[in-house]
């Protein structure tokens, strides 16, 4: 950039990034600034406008957990990494807590539980940084974050202005906010959650939870599960079916799963009877894009070197971490869609953020 960044900033040109994204895709950024505590970013933008014209733009990278990252990013990577959890209230029935966004998602979800405090539990092992949670509404086993979500403090990039956003402001739907419909104009430092403190409050009616953590809790001599059984049973289930992202690279879930209208759900299911769905408001069903693609046949496959996980048809992985690129993806991801619509006339939507090579997110790359 063209002016002096200020002191203390860990700032850095020419970083190799395919370790800082989970699917490990080959990225070289022109600057990386690592932000460990608020008033940095206060000082970094004020040295930045002062010639934004020359300035390269600005691309807010959390925990490279759900992107796809460009060969050569031209931009300056912003880094929130500050740190720390406090209580901020306390009843009987709940507590609020502040958790900055560099805090590992998965961590806070384990001291959560361990602490007595309830909500988070569902949302076990999902890779990332707090601060990148709000951004994709993440969720998991039938609760999204904005079910206990209060607040988030978040810094507007363009008007160089902090704000306080309720969970209204931030337009949550699924998988969506309002903050991954206007990328790089929020970063986000701090999240505020309320969390139950009661021990019976527990959803387990996804998939196997419940059997599961049933398990765990005659474990322990009681008769029903409790949200450390919940965690747990969780954990195990998504340890079998996902690969680690450090031994095979991923980003998760790559596809959402398509909600269509019940009447088109209703003519599938004549044809294939084992379809799976979970019913929607508004007369829609939300099909399990998992099942779509292992009915084509491509549970395993895609292109390689980027193919489908052998337990989990919704993840693609990265079969050479380091190098491949973003094309090698876009060929995999043109491919499954292409074959997903062909069989089932059901259009399949890519769910980690595409982006460009000047820091911009792409929606529509590669969308067949």
Known sequence: MTTDLPAGLLTRELVDLSH??????????????????????????????????????????????????????????????????????????????????????????????SQGWYGLENLALIPGLTGAAPVQNIGAYGVQLEDCLQYVRAYHLPTQTWHHLTAADCEFGYRDSVFKRAPNTWLISCVGFRLHTDATKILA????????????????????????????????????????????????????????????????????????????????????AGWLIEQT????????????????????????????????????QRHIVNTVYEKFAIQLAREPVWVNADGSIGYDEHVV
């Not at 292109?303 to 993806?329: F, M, S």
């Open 297 to 332: 046949g491509l549970k395993g496959g895609g292109i390689a070197p980027i193919v489908t996980h052998q337990q989990q048809a919704l993840v693609l992985t990265n079969h050479a971490p380091y190098h491949a690129t973003q094309d090698d993806v876009a060929d995999a």
């Open 205 to 288: 009616s996804y998939g196997d939870v419940q059997t599961v953590a049933q398990r765990y809790a005659e474990q322990d001599d009681r008769t029903q599960p409790v949200p450390a059984d919940i965690m747990q049973a969780i954990i195990d289930i998504r340890q079998q079916k996902l690969p680690n992202p450090k031994q095979l690279p991923n980003c998760g879930s790559f596809f959402q799963n398509p909600i269509i209208p019940q009447s088109h759900f209703i003519a599938l299911q004549s044809t294939y009877p084992t379809i799976v769905g979970y019913a929607m408001p508004d007369a829609m069903i939300k099909v399990a």
């Open 20 to 113: 800082g994204n989970t699917m490990a895709l080959a990225c070289v950024a022109d600057t990386v600034v690592t932000l460990t505590a608020e008033a940095q970013l206060d000082d970094f933008m004020a040295n930045y406008t002062k010639d934004i014209a020359k300035n390269k733009p600005l691309f807010v990278l959390s925990g490279g957990s759900n992107v796809l990252l460009p060969a050569h990013l031209n931009a300056i990577v912003l880094q929130p990494q500050m740190r720390g959890i406090s209580l901020t209230a306390q009843t009987d029935s709940h507590v609020d807590i502040a958790v900055m966004a560099g805090e590992n998602w998965h961590d806070l979800v384990v001291y959560t539980v």
